[in-house]
């Protein structure tokens, strides 16, 4: 595994350059610790969220990091027994304070999940209705260019654009996930959380998503969960280990894959469990 991580960096660009000094932390965790009901899945983790980087969050199953993941744009609202303390601010702000509107902060924080999850809608349709229910347009012409330019920055305009009334449902795994992006920047979202984005994807649909996320990242923040080590080393500048609902570790991607601080990353970096 650590042979091939090296090999990615052999190759990787200059983009990785950028990911040392002059970084704006854009979300932050504060001792955050999540309970489900009476078991703690997060103990006090503290991790900062980077502007304009990729960040991977990693680690064996259930060692915590889509349930951190969700505590960013407060999804575990949606589940009873899922109590959260510590802080999480973005750009400062805590996003628990009850001041906060919590359907504004989801539109500043986007979601794409791990299973394409278009609407039984048509392609036009799946990208527009966020910026309507936003408020976000004033006429027809303003969303029919807010619908092309997202579908065209989640890179699938040209496969799609003869057919914006068919069904979303329509299109392949790949295309229906990045309908699902195009949908979440439809809203001009500064933070976008992507939770194992293509774990249903074949390896070229893939391949599309990563660069896509590569070129995302030059307008947004992105945090995405991880099962493949090998996509973490491509896609992030930043990546955050987990274990047993520990933040384990956490820095710029080619050291934690090159040279880890701590055993347990050295461990599950090189295969030796997860
Ligand atoms: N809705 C829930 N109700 C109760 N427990 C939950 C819930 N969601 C997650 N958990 C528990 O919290 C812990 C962390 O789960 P989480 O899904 O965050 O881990 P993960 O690292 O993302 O795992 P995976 O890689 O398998 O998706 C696990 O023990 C899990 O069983």
């Keep these: 595994m650590k042979v091939e991580a090296d090999q990615v960096f052999a190759n990787k660009t200059a983009a990785t350059a950028s990911a040392g000094g002059g970084l704006v932390t854009k979300m932050k965790g504060d001792a955050v610790s999540v309970f489900y009901g009476a078991k703690q899945a997060l103990f006090e983790v503290n991790l900062d969220i980077y502007e304009r980087q990729v960040t991977a969050l990693i680690g064996p199953s259930g060692c915590g990091k889509s349930t951190f993941l969700r505590c960013l744009n407060r999804m575990n609202d949606t589940i009873d027994i899922c109590r959260v303390t510590g802080r999480i601010s ?4 805590d996003i628990y304070d009850p001041s906060i509107d919590v359907v504004e902060l989801r ?73 699902c992006i195009a949908r979440a920047i439809a809203v001009s979202p500064e933070v976008i959380l992507m939770d194992e984005p293509c774990s249903a994807l074949d390896p070229i649909a893939t391949a599309k998503v990563e660069e896509l ?34 933040l384990v570790e956490q820095g710029e991607t080619d050291q934690i894959f090159t040279n880890p601080s701590e055993k347990r990353t050295q461990d599950y970096i090189t295969g030796r469990y997860g």
């Design 90 to 93: 973005l750009d400062d702000e």
């Design 107 to 179: 539109a500043r924080v986007g979601m794409v999940f791990q299973k394409p999850n278009p609407f039984p809608k048509s392609i036009f349709e799946n990208v527009a209705y966020g910026p309507r229910i936003h408020g976000l347009v004033k006429s027809k012409a303003d969303l029919e260019e807010i619908v092309v330019t997202s579908l065209q920055k989640a890179s699938i305009f040209e496969e799609v654009k003869d057919r914006l009334n068919e069904p979303g449902t329509g299109l392949s795994g790949g295309q229906q996930q990045r309908l």
């Design 213 to 246: 996320i590569d070129e995302l990242r030059e307008n947004y923040t992105i945090a995405i969960v991880t099962h493949s080590m090998q996509q973490a080393a491509r896609v992030s500048q930043r990546t955050a280990f987990f274990h047993l609902g520990q």
